[in-house]
C-alpha cells in the first residue's frame, strides 16, 4: 500500500475512533432515567440543635473549600454546619446511578448551602467532595428570606479544614462506625485531588451537574459519582448562614433510583 | 544467517537504550505534574508519548515499543505513586499499539505524520485499556460510559502533540547510530 494511502487510512480510523466514543457517550446519556426506588435510606428533620460547627465560611478539604463560589474563606459572613449521613449510595446496576435527595426547610432565613462527600470503607475516611467553584463545579444553594447572620451558642469552629474528624447529625449516628464516636474522617491527600469524581446535580442526564441557585424551600437534587473509585457512602454537608432561628427546620429524604 | 539475526534481534545497545527509555517515562510521569486538576484527563500523553516514539524511531525494530511500555509499567506498577499493578497493561497496551503502527509505517516512522498518529493511537490504546480495565473491576460501566468522550478525545489530541514532540526530538538524534549500526556502515560507506 503506498504511504498517502496509509496515513489516510490512519486518518479514517482516527476519525472511526472519535466517531465510536461520541456514539458510545450518546447512547449512555439518551437512555431512560429510572425513577422507582426503595425505602427510603434516610428520613429525618434536622434541628437548630443538630448545627455542629460554625460560624465560618469553609468546608473541610486539602485547603479550605468555600461553602459558595468565589466567596472569601476568610470572610465574616459565617455559616453554620452540620453533616448529614445518607446511608446511601450509587446503585451502579441503574441507568445512571446516583442517590436521590428531597429536602424541606421550614424557618429558612438566609442560604443554604447543599455539599457532597463520599467515603470508602476501605480507605477508612472521606477523601472526596464535589468541586465548589471554577470549571466542573457543582453545588445546590437555597435561599429564603435572607437575613443578617446571628450566633448560635453551641456550634464551634472546626478546628482544621483536613485530617479532621466531623460529627454526623443524624439520631441513628454514622453508617459506618470505624471511629465509634459517629464521626467520618476527612483526608484529603493534596491540593486539587478529589474533586472529580463527586457531583450534585438536577438532572440525572447531566451525571457531571451543575451549580444551581433556587428559593424553592422544596425540592429535589442528585449526589453521585463518576469516577473509577466507587463510593460506600455519602455525606451530605449542609452549611446555613443568614437567622437560624428555633423554628428552624430540615426534612431530608434520602433514596436511591433503581 | 549471522545478519539476519542482527536485524532481526535487539543488540545489548538497543536494549540498553530502550530501558532508559522505559526509566524515562517513569520519570516524566512520578515527577512531572501539571495543574489541571482532573479537567484534562489524559493531557499528560503530551510527555509520555515522546520516549515510546524515539526509541522506535531510533530502533525501527518491531517490540521496541512493547518493551518501553513492559519496562515503565512494571516501573509504575511497583514504584508508582498509588497507581496499581494494573498500570502495568496501560503502558504494555500503549507499547504495542505503537509497535503495531510503526510496522504498518515501516520506513516512515521518521515522518511527521506518522509520529502524531503514532502518539495518537498509543495515547488512545492507554485510554482503552484504563477504561476497560477500571469498568471490568469496579463494575462501574454506567458511571463510566457516560463521560467517556471528553477523556477519549484528550488522550487522543495531547498523544499528537506529544508525537509533533517526539518527531523534533526524533529529527535531531536520527544521525546517532548504535554500535552495530555504525559497523555496518563503516563495512559499506555507499550506504551512509
Keep these: 500500500?503506498?504511504?498517502?494511502?496509509?496515513?489516510?487510512?490512519?486518518?479514517?480510523?482516527?476519525?472511526?475512533?472519535?466517531?465510536?466514543?461520541?456514539?458510545?457517550?450518546?447512547?449512555?446519556?439518551?437512555?431512560?432515567?429510572?425513577?422507582?426506588?426503595?425505602?427510603?435510606?434516610?428520613?429525618?428533620?434536622?434541628?437548630?440543635?443538630?448545627?455542629?460547627?460554625?460560624?465560618?465560611?469553609?468546608?473541610?478539604?486539602?485547603?479550605?473549600?468555600?461553602?459558595?463560589?468565589?466567596?472569601?474563606?476568610?470572610?465574616?459572613?459565617?455559616?453554620?454546619?452540620?453533616?448529614?449521613?445518607?446511608?446511601?449510595?450509587?446503585?451502579?446496576?441503574?441507568?445512571?446511578?446516583?442517590?436521590?435527595?428531597?429536602?424541606?426547610?421550614?424557618?429558612?432565613?438566609?442560604?443554604?448551602?447543599?455539599?457532597?462527600y463520599g467515603y470508602i470503607h476501605a480507605d477508612g475516611a472521606v477523601s472526596w467532595t464535589n468541586r465548589v467553584e471554577g470549571s466542573g463545579a457543582s453545588g445546590y444553594y437555597v435561599t429564603v428570606d435572607p437575613q443578617?447572620?446571628?450566633?448560635?451558642?453551641?456550634?464551634?469552629?472546626?478546628?482544621?479544614?483536613?485530617?479532621?474528624?466531623?460529627?454526623?447529625?443524624?439520631?441513628?449516628?454514622?453508617?459506618?462506625?470505624d471511629n465509634g464516636n459517629n464521626t467520618y474522617f476527612m483526608q484529603f491527600e493534596k491540593e486539587g485531588g478529589g474533586l472529580n469524581s463527586l457531583h450534585i446535580t438536577t438532572d440525572p442526564k447531566t451525571p457531571k451537574g451543575q451549580v444551581t441557585n433556587t428559593n424553592n424551600s422544596t425540592g429535589t437534587f442528585f449526589v453521585n459519582f463518576t469516577g473509577d473509585r466507587v463510593q460506600d457512602n455519602f455525606i451530605l454537608l449542609v452549611a446555613v448562614n443568614g437567622t437560624i432561628s428555633l423554628d428552624f427546620q430540615l426534612n431530608l429524604k434520602a433514596s436511591v433510583p433503581q | 544467517m549471522k545478519q539476519l539475526m542482527r536485524g532481526k534481534y535487539f543488540a545489548l545497545t538497543e536494549v540498553c537504550f530502550l530501558s532508559l527509555m522505559g526509566a524515562l517515562v517513569y520519570v516524566l510521569r512520578a515527577f512531572i505534574k501539571t495543574p489541571t486538576h482532573g479537567i484534562l484527563p489524559g493531557h499528560n500523553a503530551i510527555i509520555w508519548v515522546i520516549p515510546f516514539i524515539i526509541g522506535l524511531g531510533l530502533t525501527r525494530k518491531f517490540g521496541s515499543a512493547t518493551y518501553i511500555g513492559v519496562v515503565s509499567g512494571l516501573l509504575l506498577g511497583i514504584l508508582g505513586d498509588h497507581e496499581g499493578g494494573l498500570k502495568f497493561f496501560e503502558?504494555?497496551?500503549m507499547g504495542f499499539t505503537m509497535d503495531v503502527m510503526g510496522l504498518f509505517f515501516?520506513?516512515?516512522?521518521g515522518n511527521v505524520i506518522v509520529c502524531v498518529l503514532l502518539g495518537a493511537f498509543g495515547s488512545f490504546a492507554k485510554f482503552v485499556v484504563n477504561y476497560g480495565l477500571a469498568i471490568l473491576v469496579s463494575q462501574a460501566a454506567n458511571v463510566l460510559l457516560a463521560g467517556v468522550a471528553w477523556p477519549a478525545i484528550v488522550h487522543l489530541v495531547f498523544g499528537g502533540a506529544g508525537g509533533i514532540i517526539a518527531f523534533i526530538v526524533l529529527n535531531r538524534v536520527k544521525h546517532v547510530r548504535f554500535p552495530h549500526q555504525q559497523a555496518k556502515v563503516s563495512e559499506n560507506p555507499k550506504t551512509v
Excluded at chain 1, 160 to 170: C, Q, R
Design chain 1, 1 to 116: 500500500m503506498e504511504f498517502r494511502y496509509k496515513i489516510a487510512a490512519a486518518f479514517a480510523v482516527f476519525v472511526l475512533l472519535i466517531g465510536i466514543v461520541f456514539t458510545i457517550q450518546w447512547v449512555y446519556l439518551n437512555r431512560e432515567a429510572s425513577t422507582t426506588h426503595g425505602g427510603y435510606q434516610l428520613y429525618e428533620t434536622f434541628t437548630v440543635d443538630d448545627f455542629s460547627y460554625g460560624p465560618q465560611t469553609w468546608a473541610p478539604y486539602a485547603s479550605k473549600m468555600p461553602l459558595t463560589p468565589s466567596a472569601d474563606v476568610n470572610g465574616n459572613e459565617g455559616f453554620y454546619l452540620m453533616f448529614v449521613d445518607l446511608n446511601a449510595t450509587s446503585n451502579l446496576n441503574s441507568t445512571f446511578p446516583r442517590v436521590q435527595v428531597d429536602y424541606a426547610f421550614s424557618g429558612l432565613h438566609g442560604t443554604a448551602a447543599f455539599h457532597v
Design chain 1, 148 to 177: 443578617s447572620t446571628g450566633i448560635l451558642s453551641g456550634p464551634q469552629i472546626m478546628e482544621n479544614h483536613n485530617h479532621v474528624a466531623v460529627k454526623v447529625a443524624n439520631d441513628a449516628g454514622a453508617t459506618y462506625k
Design chain 2, 91 to 93: 503502558y504494555l497496551g
Design chain 2, 106 to 109: 515501516k520506513g516512515h516512522v
